[in-house]
């Protein structure tokens, strides 16, 4: 039972993150109103989380499960702040 329920967890936090960049991705077009911009912004930060799933998974060799994946969520978020 808790096998299953933390594979749904960690489904639904994957989809959480696409969300989240996707959120993103309307937040910057809405201030910066310049698609190339947001959608450089976007490629930022999209690389910014799957370096981190990378980092996570196959350097530290952790098995991703549901702090790494609510730890995408966050890297998502402060992502954000930081290529404006």
């Known amino acids: 039972v808790r096998a299953e329920a ?4 960690i489904g639904s936090a994957l989809s959480s993150w696409l969300v989240s960049v996707l959120c993103a991705l309307a937040a910057v077009v809405a201030f910066t109103r310049s698609l190339f911009l947001s959608s450089t ?10 370096c981190s799933l ?24 402060f992502s954000v702040d930081y290529p404006l």
């Open 6 to 9: 933390e594979l749904r967890v």
């Open 41 to 50: 912004v976007v490629f930022a930060i999209f690389a910014t989380s799957a």
């Open 54 to 77: 990378y980092a996570i998974v196959e350097l530290f060799r952790w098995s991703f499960g549901l702090m790494e994946a609510v730890s995408l969520i966050i890297f998502c978020g």
